[in-house]
């Protein structure tokens, strides 16, 4: 202890801690080292753990490397409009000659998605996000387009999908975001959106259907099919197979299927164990809206089983998935009850960025 504190190096709880009047810093090719402005120098090794340490991965996205007059790294980040000369990569550095140690978990319950794409380039991909103008569907277009996406925002209401690419475009002037009209409750209208989308000659990398209705009352929608049904399974069925010839063209692509844990909470079967239609499409006395929520996510769940097997060969995966029961959204509007009781619960959920 004395010699640690006579070589000025005083004990903390950790030894990647720094001691006092020690900074890191990073060279233009990745590498860490320490600079002692009490004493003026710098060395390769850490003061208190002797480990040679370099950034892994590249710079998030918004972020560039320049190098001031005095020959300095420095790093601009373009997205809040600030300059700094420490390195955004030094939370994920990596011993120089690492020792291989036990696996552990990477990302857990905390981990937002702006975190899991830390250093991702996608600015080679093309990505349809149905339902994007609001809750889970814009944090998932704003975190791909803010690595480079190229996102379309697929939404009924164009004067808030609207707003949504203004969003992100303040936080990235550089973002490639656009929104297009898509009215899942009209079959007419996913035809109009595929053969729009096809006109572009783009490829599609990643179809997320994420566009959902909960607890909305029994109505029929012009193509007189139960409204909830319509909207969280058939809309997106339907758009998927107008797509399907572009996602193989654009192989490795993906279809995601947003789903919920509560389809456990569903039968589509009747007494004689036969898949049963009418109750997909209900009468208004047979309705409940909570019940026919968890039908139309079952069926996203089958849909997505089997699509998967059509396309695997093909290089197109599927994926349904489910984004949590503890995240507060704008899902529940329809109904004043669920908004009670979505806010009751709000202080022990977690944010739509996680």
Not at 11 to 26: A, C, F, I, V
Not at 32 to 43: C, D, G, R, S
Not at 117 to 131: A, C, F, K, W, Y
Not at 169 to 185: F, G, I
Request: net charge negative; glycine share 4%; aromatic share 10%.
């Amino acid at each position: 202890m004395a010699a640690l504190k006579y070589a000025g190096l005083e004990d903390t709880d950790s030894e990647e801690e720094l001691p006092p009047g020690w900074e890191e810093r990073t060279t233009k090719d990745g590498w860490v080292y320490y600079a002692n402005h009490l004493e003026e120098k710098t060395q390769w090794e850490h003061p208190k753990s002797g480990k040679r340490k370099r950034v892994a991965g590249d710079l998030p996205y918004g972020w560039e490397q320049e190098t001031d007059e005095n020959g300095q790294v420095y790093f601009v980040d373009h997205i809040n409009k600030r300059t700094t000369y420490l390195d955004p990569r030094l939370a994920f550095t990596v011993e120089d000659n690492p020792v291989k140690s036990t696996t552990r978990q990477r990302y857990d319950g905390n981990s937002t998605a702006m975190e899991i794409l830390q250093g991702r380039d996608l600015s080679e991909r093309v990505v349809i996000i149905t339902g994007a103008n609001s809750g889970l569907g814009f944090e998932t277009a704003k975190s791909l387009a803010l690595h480079g996406a190229y996102v379309i925002l697929a939404c009924r209401n164009m004067s808030r999908a609207n707003e949504a690419v203004q969003r992100i475009l303040e936080e990235w002037h550089k973002a490639k975001v656009e929104a297009m009209t898509l009215d899942l409750a009209s079959l007419h209208s996913v035809q109009h959106f595929a053969e729009a989308f096809k006109s572009k000659n783009v490829p599609l990398h990643m179809l997320i259907c994420n566009a959902a209705v909960f607890a909305a009352p029994w109505s029929l929608t012009e193509d007189d099919l139960e409204a909830t049904f319509q909207v969280n399974h058939l809309g997106h069925f339907y758009l998927v197979q107008l797509l399907e010839d572009i996602l193989r063209r654009s192989s490795p692509a993906r279809v995601v299927m947003v789903s919920s844990e509560s389809h456990r909470f569903s039968e589509i079967k009747n007494s004689s164990g036969k898949l049963d239609f009418s109750l997909l499409s209900p009468s208004k006395k047979e309705f409940w809206a909570m019940v026919a929520y968890n039908r139309s996510k079952l069926c996203n769940i089958l849909f997505s089983n089997e699509l998967n097997r059509h396309l695997a060969p093909h290089g197109v995966t599927s994926n349904a998935v489910h984004p949590g029961n503890m995240i507060y959204s704008s899902i529940h509007r329809n109904w004043w009850v669920y908004t009670l009781l979505f806010t009751l619960a709000r202080p022990f959920t977690k944010s739509m960025a996680f």
